[in-house]
Nanobody
Framework: QLQLVESGGGLVQPGGSLRLSCTGS????????IGWFRQAPGKEREGVSC??????GYRDSVQGRFTISRNNARNTVYLQMSSLKPEETAVYYC?????????????????WGRGTQVTVSS
């Protein structure tokens, strides 16, 4: 059974950093596209970053501040976030798409974790 578990969320001050982890079980992450998404209260879910075989992508607002990476030995994808802003407070989710291609709508990601809360506040 394919499962994704996020961890690493928490409370951080504006300008601070966090590293989120997305660990998979029941499948090998490097055969999939893995995306990070976030949803703030009262707002729609939005894509943050994605990694697939040989490529990464970021939404414009996090470019240069967030870095996505993969550790195949740990079957884990990371999202290193720095210079965090209060408006980035949200539940962060990772999701897997069973083709190694990040392009396309979020509905193409068929497996989702339960999310981890990130709160950016002083």
């Amino acid at each position: 059974q394919l499962q994704l578990v996020e961890s690493g969320g928490g409370l951080v001050q504006p300008g601070g950093s966090l590293r989120l982890s997305c660990t998979g079980s029941g499948f090998t992450l490097d055969a999939y596209a893995i995306g990070w998404f976030r949803q703030a209260p009262g707002k729609e879910r939005e894509g943050v970053s994605c990694i697939s075989s040989g490529s990464t992508g970021y939404r414009d607002s996090v470019q240069g501040r967030f870095t996505i990476s993969r550790n195949n030995a740990r079957n884990t994808v990371y999202l290193q976030m720095s210079s965090l802003k209060p408006e980035e407070t949200a539940v962060y989710y990772c999701a897997a798409k069973d083709v190694p291609e990040c392009l396309g709508p979020s509905q193409d990601f068929g497996s989702w974790g339960r999310g981890t809360q990130v709160t950016v506040s002083s």
